[in-house]
């Protein structure tokens, strides 16, 4: 049976305008009512999360950054990291460059070098506020990097991960959350060696969570479990990593609770 039920945010249990749907967020509190654990797993940082927790009235596991951070549903901090700094320091001076908005990341804040309407955009997303600050770029072992995003065209995006994969593929992970936005982590950071990290805490087996995404940096969970839900707009090269496609984060739930239902016969 399913004990764990994993979803991702953007473009998935959340929409462009920062809401979830009331179907979705009722879905996941009936299963809930039904015993079952869930966790969010995201690019997005932890802060975030908790806004998101917030409007389904709810307390999940967290999974933020991409697996750089996990935390339980009664924050218990599971497992952390963050760049080395001069690490960072390097791959932050090869990618700013005009062609992206740069976000530098560490726990709960989004930095990025100059104000622009770009990031007057990106900053209609986020929760939070995007700290604009010239100096940045100094400031790495002060705010302790965990994550370095990159907005920008799709082509340029594919273009810059193709060049990172070549030249520092031993240093970093790359993952394309969006298909504007490459998130750069450290080396063996994802969300599916996080929730490897969770599941353990929780004394689940693989076979016995549910993944629910719909983009790149889904499919180290996918790989997981044969209980992977991907979302009917994803990319084809993700869709062929998930078991089933469906259109919301309710159908894959309903499934989820229907099998459930099925094994406690």
């Known amino acids: 049976m399913i004990k764990l039920i ?6 998935t249990l959340l929409q462009e305008d920062n809401t979830v749907k009331h179907e979705d967020a009722k879905a996941l509190r009936d299963a809930v009512r039904e015993g079952l654990q869930i966790s969010i797993a995201t690019g997005r940082m932890d802060n975030e999360i908790k806004e998101v927790l917030t409007s389904i009235g709810e307390k999940f596991h967290r999974i933020s950054q991409n697996g750089a951070f996990v935390s339980t549903i009664n924050d218990k901090s ?17 990618v700013c460059t ?13 930095f990025t070098h100059e104000d622009n309407e770009y990031v007057a955009n990106i900053q209609k997303r986020m929760f939070h506020p995007i700290v604009i600050d010239p100096t940045i770029s100094e400031k790495f072992e002060e705010i302790k990097p965990s994550k370095i995003t990159l907005i920008g065209f799709e082509n ?48 689940i087996k ?24 991907v979302m009917s707009h994803a990319h084809d090269l993700v869709k062929q990593e998930a078991t089933f496609v469906v259109n919301t984060v309710s159908e894959a739930v309903e499934i989820i609770r229907k099998e459930n239902s099925k094994q406690a016969i």
């Open 6 to 11: 994993v979803s991702d945010l953007d473009g």
């Open 78 to 94: 599971i497992f952390s990291c963050t760049f080395e700094p001069s690490l960072a320091e390097i791959i932050y001076k090869k």
């Open 98 to 110: 005009p062609n992206f908005v740069t976000l530098l990341c560490n726990y709960d804040t989004n």
């Open 156 to 203: 340029d995006i594919m273009d810059i991960k193709k060049q990172l994969s070549e030249e520092v593929h031993d240093e970093v992970d790359l993952f394309i959350s969006e298909k504007h936005v490459l998130d750069i982590m450290p080396k063996k950071i994802s969300k599916g060696n996080a929730l490897l990290k969770l599941i353990h805490e929780l004394s």
């Open 206 to 229: 693989p076979d016995e969570i549910a993944c629910i995404g719909d983009s790149f940096n889904d499919i180290p969970m996918f790989k997981l479990t044969p209980n992977s839900f």
